[in-house]
């Protein structure tokens, strides 16, 4: 009896490997993807949110100028959570021009409770690490809230505490412009700081307090590094890439990666072009970009009806002016040269959806199981595509969770 039950178990051994030996990569892929907590850690749809038009419970083609995410897409896409920004642009740091960024930064955050209360049995405001897991089961996208661009917060403290209380899990400290927080990687008059301002490193110690995760994508270097001399929390890098494959103030060198490493964060890969590959700055579309980028810094308080416009030229600017954008592959050699130098713990999944990125083949949501098949045909094992997808940063989320003291009532 027992020689006979040990044959029927390695005949059935040898029936499952036969079986999964038979499978395509692409079921592979499929199967590997649909058993991993998958999340994006950065996308600009709320701004979609705003438009009445747009109805994020229904299936929307993907269309240039269109939006990338929508409930429907993400669950064809196997993507169980996402990071919803509030994105406020940098413009001059007056009393008047913060409040505005306050005001729209609380109407963005109130569209994301708004969407999720509409549509209760597609998807739910997510506020920790346990709720993403929770939502997974139940067949629901879990909707996390980040505030990108510390601005909004001004030089006053309590904000921090505030937008936490609201439901914002990161911050990113500032954007393509120094703020009041920090230093920007990209602001034209250069470093205003060198670094972290005075605030700003009250501002790091709040979000370690609170359990707010810190994110460094869009800063400068000597803010990178002041970040994490100063945090007793892991960091995230919610959008970037590796400056070594592409030379973009935005991406992380090597010594930042190892840094970062040390400290116990993570970098979430970005599929935004410019991040990927260099972009040209001869071409028209470049140059078209910054000048409406450029007009747009320089409004000051703008009416709903003028911010609609300048999104809907954002739209056609995409349709009349297309890019020639990267693949998959191509932004997969940004995951092998980030594990190369810091090894596979390290590295997540931010695309910037909604907000410029994109790549050839995976174009919305939907697209996602592409990267999936892609790390499948480099040779990682389906432990490893399950770190990257999501289980590094709800690692580090953890973490930070743990490490926050209580907020009291």
Request: with cysteine; hydrophobic share 35%; net charge negative.
């Amino acid at each position: 009896m027992f020689v006979k039950s040990n044959m029927l178990l390695m005949v059935s051994v040898i029936m499952l490997f036969s079986f999964n030996s038979c499978k395509t990569q692409e079921e592979k892929a499929v199967d590997i993807h649909n058993h991993a907590f998958t999340i994006d850690t950065h996308v600009d749809t709320p701004y979609h949110l705003l438009n009445k038009d747009f109805n994020i419970s229904e299936y929307h083609a993907y269309k240039r100028g269109g939006s990338c995410v929508d409930f429907p897409r993400m669950k064809e896409g196997g993507l169980d959570g996402i990071f919803f920004a509030a994105f406020t642009s940098q413009r001059e740091r007056t009393a008047e021009n913060i409040l505005f960024a306050r005001e729209k930064a609380d109407e963005l955050i109130d569209s994301i409770y708004a969407a999720c209360d509409k549509y209760p049995e597609m998807a739910e405001v997510a506020l920790n690490v346990a709720d993403g897991y929770r939502l997974e089961k139940e067949g629901k996208r879990a909707i996390y809230i980040g505030l990108e661009n510390g601005f909004p917060i001004g030089t006053e403290l309590s904000e921090v505490e505030r937008y936490f209380k609201k439901g914002v899990r990161y911050i990113t400290l500032c954007h393509t412009s120094n703020n009041d927080i920090c230093d920007s990687s990209t602001d034209k008059h250069g470093a205003e700081f060198d670094g972290l301002s005075e605030f700003g490193e009250e501002v790091v110690k709040e979000m370690n307090r609170l359990g707010i995760l810190i994110d460094v994508s869009h800063i400068s270097d000597s803010s990178f590094y002041d970040v994490i001399k100063l945090s007793k929390s892991p960091v995230i890098a919610s959008h970037s890439c590796a400056r070594a494959i592409c030379d973009n103030p935005r991406n992380l060198t090597d010594d930042m990666l190892k840094t970062l490493a040390k400290n116990g964060g993570v970098i979430q890969m970005c599929i935004l072009d410019d991040y990927v590959k260099a972009p040209d700055k001869n071409s028209e579309r470049y140059k078209k970009e910054m000048e409406l980028r450029e007009r747009y810094r320089k409004l000051g308080k703008i009416t709903k009806e003028e911010e609609q416009k300048i999104w809907a030229e954002w739209r056609q600017l995409q349709i009349d002016y297309p890019k020639k954008k990267p693949t998959v592959a191509d932004a997969v050699d940004h995951i092998d040269h980030i594990v190369k130098i810091i090894g596979i713990d390290y590295v997540g999944i931010g695309t910037d959806f909604d907000g410029g990125g994109g790549l050839k083949d995976c174009a919305d949501v939907s697209q996602m199981m592409n990267i999936t098949t892609e790390l499948l045909k480099r040779g990682y094992s389906k432990e490893d595509i399950h770190k990257i997808w999501g289980g590094n940063f709800m690692r580090v989320f953890k973490r930070v969770e743990d490490l926050a003291e209580k907020v009291k009532a």
